[in-house]
């Protein structure tokens, strides 16, 4: 994708009577630009949120900003929470291969970031019983 890509062009609407932006959104699926006019003063159209005016309120602000949403109903909490969980699983599957407990391929992929919070004293007592276990 280029800049040019990006630069509004010019549409003539109601019979040429009328010049207005393009709507600078494009599609998830095709990567197309929307063809339609854009809101006067905005970079899109009133179906991709050109009509939008945001929260009024400080309250209505505030709740936006502690939201944090970015698809639906995603929050950073909720982020979080998975990749702990998705550590919490490593972990154990880490102790399990170590300690001799699990056979077979281990799961593919790069580990979560999050291990160090998972299960500290798993870890140490894992590693301790496998210094035992080298020491004999």
Do not use: F, W
């Not at 890509?5 to 599609?27: E, F, M, V, W, Y």
């Amino acid at each position: 994708m280029s800049k040019n890509d990006l630069q509004p062009r010019q549409l003539l609407t109601l019979g040429g009577r009328i010049h207005c932006n393009q709507c600078q959104a494009k599609s998830k699926r095709s990567g197309v630009q929307c063809l339609g006019p854009a809101v006067k003063g905005k970079k899109v159209c009133r179906m991709h949120g050109g009509t939008s005016t945001g929260p009024k309120t400080p309250e209505g602000r505030l709740r936006c900003a502690l939201a944090k949403t970015i698809h639906g109903q995603e929050t950073a909490q909720i982020r979080m929470e998975r990749s702990l969980a998705s550590a919490r699983l490593a972990v154990l599957e880490s102790v399990g291969h170590a300690l001799g407990l699990l056979k077979g391929p281990r799961t593919r992929g790069r580990k979560p970031n999050q291990m160090h919070k998972a299960y500290p004293g798993l870890q140490a007592a894992a590693l301790i019983h496998l210094k035992k276990q080298a020491q004999e």
